[in-house]
């Protein structure tokens, strides 16, 4: 193995805790990464693993045409996907089955206007996936990633949502504050008051630019994982 692909194994590991512990994947849910092959990525371990305690051992790689079998993610296909399809924009996914996303894809009409200047990357029309069932074939895969299209997220009706970003401190960034901004959602529409959302004039792409640059990335990514070390000792 080399050295980069031993530096990733413990970026993804410590990105993997770091979702664990905001409980945005834990049973379910699950991270990606390509490697430096575009043919290969890696992914944290799938259902039964304690994912706040994923170690950079515990990390799998896998080739695009892999399948699932017991001990991967049973949607490991929606990586491939993604990977396959987008390899310049899209280095790195995570699948999460969070409290307030999850809410907000039964919503009929899903919000789109922003809460929160830090919520740049949500789309002016949300991609959704209307489907009653899990992503888990290469076919099913390819057909959510034609919807999720250029965008940086994707939400599944009553299962969860994808967030996706060109490395892995963006898609973990992304991935939090996605869902801040659905929690504030849920507790505006909750108090049934009138809002005043973040005017339409103002970019999008100038408050991604203002406010999640690479530099807040990394600032994000130090914090966060600080909280996080490896687990030492044996797992229960």
């Excluded at 993804?12 to 043919?39: C, K, N, W, Y």
């Excluded at 990977?83 to 996914?93: F, K």
Aim: aromatic residues 8%; glycine residues 6%; charged residues 20%.
């Amino acid at each position: 193995m080399q050295q980069g692909d031993a530096t990733l194994r413990e970026e993804l590991a410590a990105a993997t805790r770091v979702l664990g512990r905001h409980e945005m994947i834990g049973m379910f849910g699950h991270i990606s990464v390509m490697t430096d092959d575009p043919q290969r990525y890696l992914i944290c371990p799938g259902a039964g693993m304690r994912k706040d305690r994923c170690r950079a051992s515990d990390i799998i790689e896998l080739d695009l045409d892999a399948e699932f079998k017991p001990g991967l993610p049973l949607e490991l296909y929606m990586h491939a996907a993604a990977h396959r399809q987008q390899p310049e924009r899209i280095r790195s996914l995570v699948h999460v089955h969070s409290r307030a996303l999850t809410a907000l894809s039964v919503l009929a009409d899903v919000p789109t206007d922003l809460l929160m200047i830090h919520a740049g990357f949500w789309p002016e029309q949300m991609p959704l996936w209307d489907d009653p069932d899990l992503v888990r074939s290469h076919e099913l895969a390819n057909k959510m990633m034609d919807i999720i299209g250029d965008e940086s997220m994707l939400l599944l009706r009553w299962h969860g949502a994808v967030i996706v970003g060109s490395t892995l401190k963006e898609t973990l960034f992304r991935t939090l504050l996605a869902e801040t901004h659905a929690q504030q959602w849920l507790t505006a529409l909750a108090h049934g008051q009138p809002l005043q959302p973040i005017p339409r004039d103002v970019s999008r792409e100038y408050l991604y630019d203002e406010f999640l640059s690479p530099f807040t990335h990394n600032l994000h990514w130090n914090f966060s994982t600080s909280f996080v070390p490896e687990a030492p000792g044996a797992r229960p």
